[in-house]
């Protein structure tokens, strides 16, 4: 999957507040908020989200800043915090680290870093499990003062190597 990743529009955020996830990871997305306010919050530039293209077909989103913050955690400025997903019916797949990677590095040549931070849910072991293949690591771990749910903060200073796909057999 090579991806391309373009500012958010409408029509991109439209179709991510339909996805629906299966349980646990159904507290993600946006199908439950009010619809007008979530395509405001997708679409409005400060958030920093793009979505992600495999050729024309929506695959993903990455956001780059106060999105990628859960409340509870310690924050500063020598991150630049990221979010993102996989649209649900490609979870589960073996896409998720390729899709981080590539979406790091995109990352890094608009907002010039390459120090990024990621906070993750507990129970969410499949996305610990691939920033930990891409060489993050923990530097925090907290409780969410309203449910009670456990976060933990990963960060990187340097970005892998991407793995590029073998050219094709003559």
Same mark, same amino acid.
């Given at each position: 999957?090579?991806?391309?990743?373009?500012?958010?529009?409408?029509?991109?955020?439209?179709?991510?507040?339909?996805?629906?996830?299966?349980?646990?990871?159904?507290?993600?997305?946006?199908?439950?908020?009010?619809?007008?306010?979530?395509?405001?919050?997708? #679409?409005?530039?400060?958030?920093?989200?793009? =979505?992600? *293209?495999?050729?024309?077909?929506?695959?993903?989103? +990455?956001?780059? !800043?106060?999105?990628?913050?859960?409340?509870?955690?310690?924050?500063?400025?020598?991150?630049?915090?990221?979010?993102?997903?996989?649209?649900?019916?490609?979870?589960?797949?073996?896409?998720?680290?390729?899709?981080?990677?590539?979406?790091?590095?995109?990352?890094?040549?608009?907002?010039? #870093?390459?120090?990024?931070?990621?906070?993750? =849910?507990? *129970?969410?072991?499949?996305?610990?499990?691939?920033? +930990?293949?891409? !060489?993050?690591?923990?530097?925090?771990?907290?409780?969410?003062?309203?449910?009670?749910?456990?976060?933990?903060?990963?960060?990187?200073?340097?970005?892998?190597?991407?793995?590029?796909?073998?050219?094709?057999?003559?």
């Amino acid at each position: 999957m090579q991806l391309a990743f373009q500012p958010m529009t409408r029509a991109a955020a439209e179709s991510m507040t339909d996805w629906v996830y299966s349980a646990p990871y159904n507290i993600y997305g946006y199908h439950t908020r009010n619809r007008a306010e979530a395509l405001t919050y997708l #679409t409005a530039p400060i958030n920093r989200f793009f =979505a992600a *293209f495999d050729g024309n077909e929506l695959v993903g989103f +990455r956001s780059f !800043g106060a999105d990628g913050r859960v409340a509870g955690g310690d924050y500063d400025g020598r991150y630049l915090d990221t979010g993102g997903g996989l649209r649900p019916d490609l979870t589960g797949r073996g896409l998720g680290q390729s899709a981080i990677a590539q979406g790091l590095h995109f990352g890094a040549s608009v907002f010039r #870093t390459t120090r990024f931070r990621v906070t993750i =849910a507990g *129970f969410n072991l499949r996305a610990q499990t691939v920033c +930990r293949r891409l !060489g993050f690591h923990v530097t925090q771990q907290f409780i969410r003062p309203h449910d009670r749910a456990e976060f933990l903060v990963f960060s990187i200073d340097e970005l892998p190597e991407l793995q590029r796909p073998s050219p094709p057999s003559p």
